[in-house]
């Protein structure tokens, strides 16, 4: 004799068949990075790496500008 | 059937897991640059003690980095130069790079124990202040 599906069976397994069609969407909609062939290092940020950027770093590197040019005084003043 | 539920809670609490974003600072985003303190002291409400006290640890802090920055400089160009010869000496080159390094190292923690020492500075408030000010 067989026995039938029992209503707590067959919850069970449309609960599992739910599960699994939400999880099958999800790893098909979130788009997927193409794994890197290799590691390549130079893309690897070390975790104190912000500690070189030093405060007053950006002052070494530029010359202060004038907002306008230096009206030249010795030309007016013939 | 109860296994089956943990297991999916358990799938589903390892989800955001797998979406961390890398790349972030994580040690950067516990402390504050000078210069965004001083940009927002009035909007922090910074007494006058701890202005004079967070200018004179910043230019305390500022000849150091002046100084390592030239010798940085000075000895990277003496391993770019190793660099240039054909074959390599692989170990002259790894004795520069330790010196390189070693220099990084030092401009890196005083760099660190600046940050530290401002951020003892502030108030608690100015520090979750700070905080939001930099998730704007």
């Known amino acids: ?78 | 059937m109860k296994k089956l539920v943990l297991s999916i809670w358990i799938s589903i609490a390892a989800l955001p897991m797998s979406a961390q974003q890398p790349g972030e600072d994580p040690i950067a985003q516990q402390l504050f640059p000078p210069d965004l303190i001083m940009a927002h002291q009035d909007e922090l409400g910074l007494q006058e003690k701890q202005r004079a006290a967070i200018k004179s640890e910043v230019l305390k802090a500022q000849p150091k980095f002046l100084e390592a920055q030239w010798e940085v400089g000075d000895e990277s160009q003496k391993m770019i130069a190793l660099l240039r010869a054909t074959p390599i000496d692989e170990a002259k080159v790894l004795e520069q790079a330790d010196r390189v390094m070693a220099l990084e190292r030092d401009v890196k923690r005083t760099h660190l124990g600046l940050l530290i020492r401002l951020k003892n500075l502030l108030t608690p408030e100015q520090i979750k202040r700070l905080e939001q000010i930099r998730r704007k």
């Open chain 1, 1 to 78: 004799m067989q026995r039938g599906v029992t209503p707590r069976r067959r919850y069970a397994l449309v609960f599992a068949g739910l599960f699994l069609a939400a999880v099958t969407s999800v790893l098909l909609l979130v788009p997927r990075r193409e794994p890197a062939l290799v590691a390549i290092p130079a893309q690897w940020r070390g975790p104190t790496d912000f500690l070189l950027q030093t405060p007053g770093n950006d002052l070494l590197r530029s010359v202060p500008q004038l907002a306008a040019p230096i009206p030249d005084y010795a030309q007016k003043g013939r």
